[in-house]
């Protein structure tokens, strides 16, 4: 009987008191709406955030909560999807460390949108409205800059969709491996690991496809040496192959 490989995803442990002064301070830094901010000034930011801890299945807010508060990973891994109108659920993201997720009435947003789950333990920060509100206030260019960055994603968004709905189902899981491994690989010897706990059915719901038709062509790409995967993992053996999968004919 063949024996089942142990998942490499660094399943991390956390909660509240991981979002150190030091680590609230470097996750701040990188969010795009503060980037170029003295160290005085994110220091100053840092005291309108609260910290939050989750366990893994905890959702953080459901579509249709009050969006009243802006979050942002520190540290772990968070799903963010919405419910189909047949149904299904379909996931548009997987976010991990400096992501920013959730929405504020200050921007013009009166409801979440989707809702979002811890995939792991994580620790999140945290803002309500008024008081993202006040660091507008204090720091008027930041303004401007918070509304080229949800311009932004919502043009990175509309584009994803645009091309996950023009390819094929086999492009389309191929597509997705790929953003993924861009956005969360961690290099393994010779192979590139998602480093996320990714099921099948995580993969169906990104992709628009049956988990069935996720087992068969993730068996594929493993016959044909372009990934190695197992119960919630995904490694990329070949890189290459995959972009020339998920290329729009």
């Excluded at 299945?57 to 419910?83: P, R, T």
């Excluded at 068969?216 to 790409?221: A, K, N, P, T, W």
Aim: hydrophobic letters at 40%; aromatic letters at 8%.
């Amino acid at each position: 009987m063949k024996t089942r490989r142990k998942s490499p995803v660094n399943l991390i442990t956390t909660d509240q008191n991981a979002c150190s002064i030091n680590l609230r301070l470097r996750i701040l830094g990188r969010l795009p709406f503060f980037a170029g901010l003295s160290q005085k000034a994110l220091e100053s930011i840092n005291q309108r955030f609260n910290s939050i801890g989750y366990n893994a299945g905890e959702f953080i807010y459901f579509a249709g909560d009050v969006a009243d508060k802006l979050f942002v990973v520190a540290e772990g891994k968070i799903k963010i999807f919405q419910h189909g109108s047949n149904g299904r659920n379909v996931m548009l993201d997987i976010l991990a460390e400096g992501d920013f997720f959730g929405n504020l009435t200050v921007l013009g947003a009166s409801n979440y949108p989707d809702t979002t789950q811890a995939l792991t333990s994580t620790c999140v920060l945290c803002i309500q409205s008024d008081g993202f509100g006040q660091i507008l206030n204090d720091y008027p260019r930041l303004a401007i800059k918070t509304i080229q960055v949800v311009e932004k994603r919502l043009i990175a968004a509309n584009q994803r969709v645009f091309k996950i709905s023009s390819l094929t189902v086999e492009k389309r899981i191929a597509f997705t491996l790929l953003e993924l491994g861009q956005k969360l690989g961690v290099q393994k010897d010779n192979s590139l690991l998602i480093d996320a706990p990714i099921s099948r059915d995580d993969l169906a719901e990104m992709t628009a496809a049956t988990a069935e038709t996720v087992s068969r062509v993730m068996s594929q790409f493993q016959s044909n040496g372009i990934i190695e995967s197992g119960r919630l993992w995904v490694s990329i053996i070949n890189m290459e192959a995959l972009r020339d999968l998920s290329k729009m004919e």
